[in-house]
């Protein structure tokens, strides 16, 4: 059971937009920034945003994040088809006082 | 363009211990205000962290494992290492080191710039 609650799995067709959440609690996202990676099927996973809404150098803009109290949520429009992988949220726990991640999205593109 | 590489068995006997080693390349691990770390995921599993170093030799661990982890630095040769003791086929993963984000432990350690690309490690007799 992770400590952050996110849906195992979410599916959209080409062009749409999906959200992923990520549910958490005072000790984790209620107090500190929310990261997301995406791991491609048998890769390792790679930063998509960081600092809650901060995307890194070179990844496309339809990917998005945002925060709001215990909860955060990646968002993605204009799906396409190499952006079927699994999504992990990850945020700093004061309590376990170490990072924890969610359980992962499986994205499926119809 | 830096990039880290894991190392070590990859077949462990249960109660033995597992080495890892993680080699840097295109940074320097002693650069001021990064942590390094090791995260795992067991087969079709999420990701779990391990524990995090910084270059000075600090250590930050998960609290789940604290009891089994070591871990290490070698600055001249650019290598950080982790060491679990006793371990069982729930230790069988996909170990991974990477790079953290500079500034405080909280706001980096969940925030990892870089990965590398993965070693499993077995746990059977």
């Known amino acids: 059971q992770s400590v952050l609650t996110q849906p195992p799995s979410a599916s959209g067709t080409p062009g749409q937009r999906v959200t992923i959440s990520c549910s958490g609690s005072?000790?984790?996202?209620?107090?500190?920034?929310v990261n997301w990676y995406q791991q491609l099927p048998g890769t390792a996973p790679k930063l998509l945003i960081y600092t809650n809404n901060q995307r890194p150098s070179g990844v496309p803009d339809r990917f998005s994040g945002s925060k709001s109290g215990t909860s955060a949520s990646l968002a993605i429009s204009g799906l396409q088809s190499e952006d079927e992988a699994d999504y992990y949220c990850?945020?700093?726990?004061?309590?376990?006082?170490?990072?924890?991640f969610g359980g992962g999205t499986k994205l499926t593109v119809l | 363009q830096l990039q880290l590489q894991e190392s070590g068995p990859g077949l462990v006997k249960p109660s033995e211990t597992l080495s890892l080693t993680c080699t840097v390349s295109g940074g320097s691990i002693s650069r001021s205000g990064y942590y390094w770390g090791w995260i795992r995921q067991p087969p079709g599993k999420g990701l779990e962290w391990i524990g995090t170093i910084y270059y000075s030799g600090n250590t930050y661990y998960n609290p789940s494992l604290k009891s089994r982890v070591t871990m290490s630095v070698d600055t001249s040769k650019n290598q950080f290492s982790l060491k679990l003791t006793s371990v069982t086929a729930a230790d069988t993963a996909v170990y991974y080191c990477a790079r953290h984000a500079p500034g405080g432990i909280a706001a980096a350690a969940a925030h990892i710039q870089h990965w590398g690309q993965g070693t499993l490690v077995t746990v059977s007799s």
């Open positions: 990850a945020a700093w726990d004061d309590s376990l006082n170490g990072p924890v």
């Open positions: 005072s000790s984790n996202i209620g107090s500190n920034t």
